[in-house]
């Protein structure tokens, strides 16, 4: 009798961990294929500290992960996927190691969509010309190349553009809606920034110019950690602004937003709308921007066989890496219950955003909290512990290929909670 195939698309944050989880449940009770479009993955939340470090972010935080999935087993084909067919449980896609591939396909019997999203820079007028970010290495590249080379010590505005968040009425009830989707970047950008302007002598706090398009900056954050950290920002100096819309377009010189006010600003940092891919949005089990509609067992309701973690995931908001590693786990252990592996009943995904951001001067802070979501928890740390978790955790996920063990983020959460230095 053949096993069950498990095709995993997406090998980046949640893909990788995802895969990495399903085969320490399933072992051999499972064949298990991850495709992607490229065959390393970018450590994309430590771009910012290699750019005002002056170090190419290609150099460290490309991470080759081929040899952990050969370990547990896995396949691993690198290519573009171009859609799916629900209906017949295929996957089409098109090898892209070098041009010319005709599409090919794949039969699963299980499906999880792991491919993050697209990000919409494209759609930011003067973005091309005049705007800079850190969510990859070409423009992490981009952006430290200016600071260090040609920066004038002029204003630097940091913002983010409206997010549209998916909707269905397939999902689960009482899910926020959030107008950004994710604003931990923006302000870890900030505090690291004013840290090297003064460092480098190239200015002070009071050069950043901080905006959301939403009512308050971070609003996933929840109030109790909002009312310690906006007044503690306006007494170091930092100029701020909510409400802002998004972004009409950037030119040389500054930002123009949404709601007729504008920014002068010599370097413009900005976060795009984080969009699904164009191929999943006509797709029968995504909600109306693309995104993939699950339950809190991460699986579709209309195809049961159909499961999705991280960005691509429309419960998944903000779109940030704590919850897709919850996720992955969640789905790790109902598939593990589907196969006959898991005979108790899981945990479904509760919410929690877990948060450790740089500073500048080995000084980070940490935020855990599930206000958001009507709970009770809110923790909000400043120090070198925070700094020396987010760093280890880097030095964790390379050793260990992404499979973080269960205890890892609970071991954060009680270093985190009881910063003392």
């Not at 003067?126 to 200016?146: A, K, P, Q």
């Not at 308050?216 to 930092?238: F, R, S």
């Not at 590693?325 to 877990?354: C, Q, R, S, Y």
Request: negative net charge.
């Amino acid at each position: 009798m053949s096993k069950p195939h498990i095709v995993i698309l997406g090998c980046n944050f949640a893909g990788l961990t995802t895969a990495r989880y399903i085969h320490a449940v399933v072992k051999d009770k499972a064949d298990i294929t991850i495709i992607d479009r490229k065959s390393l993955l970018t450590f994309v939340p430590n771009i910012p500290m290699q750019v005002l470090a002056n170090v190419n972010p290609a150099i460290d935080l490309q991470f080759k992960f081929m040899s952990f999935l050969a370990h547990d087993g896995s396949e691993f084909i690198q290519a573009e996927v171009t859609t799916i067919d629900p209906e017949t449980n295929t996957v089409f896609y098109q090898p892209n190691e070098r041009s010319g591939h005709p599409v090919r396909r794949l039969q699963y019997d299980y499906l999880v969509v792991a491919l993050g999203n697209r990000l919409a820079y494209d759609k930011i007028e003067g973005f091309n010309e005049n705007g800079h970010s850190v969510t990859d290495v070409f423009l992490g590249n981009r952006l430290r190349n200016y600071l260090h080379k040609e920066y004038k010590g002029g204003p630097i505005a940091i913002t983010s553009n409206i997010f549209h968040q998916g909707k269905s009425d397939k999902l689960p009830a009482n899910l926020p809606i959030a107008l950004t989707a994710c604003e931990g970047p923006p302000v870890e950008m900030a505090f690291s920034l004013a840290h090297w302007l003064e460092k480098q002598k190239k200015g002070k706090t009071s050069t950043i110019f901080l905006s959301t398009p939403a009512k308050v900056i971070a609003e996933d954050a929840g109030e109790t950690i909002l009312n310690q950290l906006l007044p503690m920002m306006g007494k170091m100096g930092y100029n701020y602004q909510a409400n802002t819309q998004g972004i009409k377009k950037v030119h040389k010189g500054g930002i123009e937003f949404n709601d007729g006010s504008t920014q002068d600003a010599e370097v413009a940092i900005l976060f795009p709308d984080w969009q699904a891919h164009d191929f999943l949005k006509m797709l029968p089990f995504t909600d109306d921007m693309g995104f993939v509609i699950t339950d809190l067992y991460m699986r579709n309701p209309d195809y049961q066989n159909i499961f999705a973690v991280g960005d691509a995931a429309s419960i998944t908001v903000p779109k940030i890496g704590s919850l897709g590693h919850m996720e992955a786990e969640v789905l790790a252990n109902t598939l593990g219950k589907e196969l006959g592996i898991i005979k108790g009943d899981i945990a479904p995904m509760e919410f929690e955003l877990l948060c450790m951001g740089d500073m500048g001067g080995i000084k980070g802070f940490y935020m855990r909290t599930n206000e958001w979501w009507g709970g009770k928890e809110s923790h909000l740390e400043m120090g070198l512990t925070p700094y020396a978790l987010k760093m280890g955790f880097k030095q964790m996920y390379y050793t260990l290929g992404g499979k973080i063990p269960h205890w890892g983020l609970a071991l954060s959460e009680i270093i985190g909670d009881h910063t003392a230095i």
